[in-house]
């Protein structure tokens, strides 16, 4: 993804034989994917919002079979980095993946989507700079992501990546900030990891871990630039 290799290669047909939870996108960035009790959603910059086509095709998911081994509640408001470093305090070690949901009442939700791409694809930190971003008020919905190990850097974003869904299913993206004022966070271990890979040209041919790998994937998950802005009362 860093180095533009954005072309679908697994339908979401295929996807949803792995799991019922996870998040992702869509051929070409066009949408930011939530699978969430076994449905895949997809939110496009442009507002729309929907189940999403089983033909279609992702360049990049990750999905697992939720069940919740650690629950707890939440009745006092905790922003993003303190809801992390919460979660961080039950886990039984950072070495592990770990599935993250969160169903609650946020005082705000913001968050991001990328528009389509198209040939010449530009690199991943510069179609970032093309993001829109949405502030959600008052707003009732599900976090969905998961927690990576450090090293497993590449294969995935070390630390937190989150999305989010509103609970009318029409409106969220990738998760950049939040205060949660109330809810219910469940979190699953990791053992195991079933990787595939795209047998495509792009990706035969892509410059992969060139330069600072670590750095530009914090810059894509904490947003980077943000020029476009777009307010949301939902």
């Given at each position: 993804?860093?180095?533009g290799v954005y072309e679908g290669t697994t339908t979401i047909a295929e996807l949803r034989r792995h799991g019922d939870f996870g998040i992702g996108t869509f051929d070409r960035l066009d949408g930011e994917m939530i699978v969430l009790d076994g449905r895949c959603y997809r939110l496009r910059a442009d507002g729309t919002a929907g189940e999403a086509d089983l033909a279609t095709r992702t360049p990049l998911a990750a999905v697992t079979y939720f069940h919740g081994e650690y629950d707890r509640q939440v009745a006092e408001p905790v922003d993003a980095a303190g809801l992390r470093a919460m979660v961080d305090t039950w886990l039984p070690s950072p070495n592990l993946f770990y599935a993250?949901?969160?169903d609650g009442h946020f005082d705000h939700m913001v968050t991001r989507m990328l528009p389509e791409q198209h040939r010449p694809y530009p690199r991943l930190i510069d179609a970032v700079a093309r993001q829109v971003i949405s502030t959600h008020t008052d707003a009732h919905g599900t976090i969905v992501g998961f927690r990576s190990p450090t090293h497993m850097l590449g294969v995935a974003a070390a630390g937190y990546h989150l999305h989010f869904l509103s609970h009318c299913r029409t409106r969220g993206g990738h998760a950049y900030d939040f205060v949660l004022r109330s809810g219910r966070v469940r979190v699953d271990v990791g053992y195991e990891l079933f990787l595939r890979l795209p047998a495509t040209q792009d990706f035969s041919r892509a410059r992969l871990g060139r330069g600072d790998v670590a750095g530009e994937i914090e810059a894509v998950l904490q947003g980077g630039p943000r020029p476009?802005?777009?307010?949301?009362?939902?």
């Open positions: 993804m860093l180095e993250v949901r969160v476009y802005a777009r307010p949301d009362h939902s």
